[in-house]
């Protein structure tokens, strides 16, 4: 049967509820080769994180998306232990970023051993959660990736982008696990959705990450007619005008079963004092919501995009 896959472990597709598909807990730009785990203090990012998702949890939210790659700041401890604490099933991911957040090795392997890798973090556990799970009691099961990450760079898409694209569409082919790709830029996108179909990966398993950044609707159309995902996830006051635009142009044109709306909030940022700045996820609930229903979608177009489509997107088979 198909599953969702949480660090927690595997629920049912409805079990997922109203879902925010594109946020973030904790990240860490310091890059690849410094990025490390005793760069901050676990209790603190958990006591600051916590209440913004004890917030949602009341408003509503079940499901929750974290965004945040290995090299990143990428935490499925920390993610585990704020899943216990709030209610909300969370997931985390398997893949690579974009330089200068790539380990040496992302060089030196073939897309196929790449695929490898990650499979193994889908399928039997993130690497360190393995490790952790067969040498300390406390832990009863290795913590697995339940989606794929990947990133290109804007423009033309350059070779060890490429191969990611080709590693993550053989990835998602092998276990089931969607693809989010961060884009945010026409050409991009439109050469990720040409190499996606050249490894031939089904389309409707790539969401197509910060396609509300793209000025060009028809790159928009494009995406959808193919049967790939937009994710208009830079949903908050300030960008809420365009937004609803865009949410109107993908219902006038028949693809509400092809979007995802999320916040890309969060952002406990390492180095900084109590993580910074943070932004809460609460906007997309409490203020978008009533403003989509205030334009005469529905309740039922609410739903369906909100905890329909997140729980069909991101089911592993």
Wanted: hydrophobic content about 40%.
């Amino acid at each position: 049967m198909p599953k969702i896959r949480t660090v927690l472990g595997d629920i049912s597709a409805a079990e997922f509820g109203l879902a925010l598909t594109h946020e973030h807990i904790i990240c860490d730009f310091i890059g690849a080769d410094k990025v490390s785990r005793d760069r901050y203090d676990l209790k603190e990012v958990l006591d600051t994180m916590l209440p913004y998702l004890n917030e949602i949890h009341k408003l509503g939210v079940r499901g929750f998306v974290d965004c945040t790659p290995a090299f990143i700041g990428r935490d499925p401890r920390l993610l585990a232990d704020l899943s216990r604490s709030s209610g909300i099933h969370i997931l985390t991911n398997t893949g690579l970023y974009k330089e200068p957040y790539l380990p040496r090795y992302a060089f030196e392997y073939s897309a196929d051993d790449l695929m490898e890798c990650w499979a193994r973090e889908i399928e039997e556990g993130v690497e360190d959660e393995i490790v952790r799970a067969r040498f300390n009691s406390e832990v009863r099961f290795p913590i697995k990736a339940g989606f794929i990450k990947i990133a290109v760079n804007p423009g033309h898409i350059v070779p060890i982008q490429q191969k990611i694209v080709k590693a993550a569409a053989r990835c998602s082919i092998a276990t089931g696990a969607a693809i989010v790709c961060h884009t945010a830029h026409g050409v991009a996108a439109l050469e990720l959705l040409r190499i996606a179909d050249s490894e031939g990966l089904d389309l409707s398993k790539l969401i197509v990450a910060h396609s509300d950044a793209i000025d060009d609707l028809g790159v928009h159309l494009e995406i959808l007619r193919q049967g790939a995902w937009v994710s208009y996830d830079g949903i908050r006051e300030a960008t809420v005008e365009r937004s609803l635009r865009l949410v109107l142009f993908v219902r006038e044109h028949g693809f509400e079963r092809q979007l995802l709306l999320s916040q890309d909030s969060g952002w406990y940022n390492v180095g900084e004092p109590r993580g910074g700045n943070i932004r809460g996820y609460s906007y997309l609930v409490k203020e978008f919501i009533p403003l989509l229903l205030g334009r005469g979608l529905g309740r039922d177009f609410v739903e369906r995009v909100l905890i329909d489509n997140p729980s069909r997107v991101f089911q592993i088979k």
